[in-house]
């Protein structure tokens, strides 16, 4: 059965930070690039961060650039999401989610990943509140 179980999250004032964790089980986790996806109220889908297979490769959105970093241990099949400096506009739900990628044979096509049945897999989400 597979499982992607988010944890971490919390309440903190701007100017804090938080790390996220997501724990993956049933699925070959090395094979998945893993992302970060938020949702805040009222809104849609915004995708965060991902990180490819190895860990090599991340990539982020504009507005959390240089603020957030994303990791992984394929040890432990966790992957991570630090946040540091946090504004009152990353209040979210916060859901780590695997793949996003169409292929066919050796050639992958990204998928727009606004929304959770973009990915293959994904959590239940973990609530992050920053408010003064």
């Known amino acids: 059965q597979v499982q992607l179980e988010e944890s971490g999250g919390g309440s903190v004032q701007p100017g804090g930070s938080l790390r996220l964790s997501c724990a993956a089980s049933?699925?070959?986790?090395?094979?998945?690039?893993m992302n970060w996806v938020r949702q805040a109220p009222g809104k849609g889908l915004e995708w965060v961060s991902e990180?490819?297979?190895?860990?090599?490769?991340?990539y982020y959105a504009r507005t959390v650039s240089g603020r957030f970093t994303i990791s992984r241990d394929n040890a432990k099949n966790t992957v991570y999401l630090q946040m540091n400096d946090l504004k009152l506009e990353d209040t979210a739900v916060y859901y780590c989610?695997?793949?996003?990628?169409?292929?066919?044979?050796?050639?992958?096509?990204?998928?727009?990943?606004?929304?959770?049945?973009?990915?293959?897999?994904w959590g239940q989400g973990t609530q992050v509140s920053v408010s003064s």
């Open positions: 989610a695997a793949g996003g990628y169409y292929c066919s044979g050796y050639v992958c096509h990204l998928k727009p990943k606004g929304n959770l049945s973009d990915f293959d897999y």
């Open positions: 049933g699925f070959i986790f090395t094979d998945y690039p």
């Open positions: 990180i490819n297979t190895n860990g090599g490769s991340t």
